[in-house]
């Protein structure tokens, strides 16, 4: 878990840069360190002995995830948001997981985590219905 919360503590300093910048006025600091936050608090909860398991629907096997790199950018769909994370399998295999997150009151919630589901983030980006935040 300590690699997990090294990659949050580089998340937000990108975030410190990006804001200083003049980058990203959409989303205020709080809100995107609090996305961040709830992304990494969802992987770690769902997490068994720092793996994240995922049954792939396909082929019914139980595929162990690692976390690798959380991306800084922030996408919106409407009230909600979008952000991805790297991760590798047990056999090296890259596995992009998109993570779907709406807003509780004065935190985020993980709706839904769509793993190797890219092309559905793909198809809302070109339909219009997700767009860049930040």
């Known amino acids: 878990m300590s690699r997990i919360r090294r990659l949050l503590v ?6 410190q840069i990006c804001v200083l910048s003049g980058a990203g006025h959409a989303l205020s600091l709080q809100d995107k360190t609090g996305l961040q936050a709830a992304m990494q608090r969802h992987v770690d ?3 068994v002995k720092g793996v994240y398991l995922h049954l792939d ?3 019914g ?3 162990r995830l690692h976390p690798v790199t959380a991306h ?3 996408m919106q769909m409407g009230e909600n948001f979008v952000m991805c ?3 590798r399998d047990s056999a090296e295999k890259k596995a992009e997981v998109d993570f779907y997150l709406a807003r509780k009151g004065d935190t985020f919630v993980v709706f839904h985590a769509g ?3 890219r092309d559905l983030l793909k198809r809302l980006m070109q339909a219009g219905k997700v767009t860049r935040a930040d």
């Open 57 to 59: 629907s396909a082929t």
């Open 72 to 74: 800084p950018m922030i």
């Open 85 to 87: 994370f790297d991760f």
């Open 45 to 47: 909860r769902q997490s």
């Open 61 to 63: 096997e139980v595929r």
């Open 115 to 117: 793993v190797a589901e």
């Open 10 to 15: 580089a998340f937000v300093a990108g975030l």
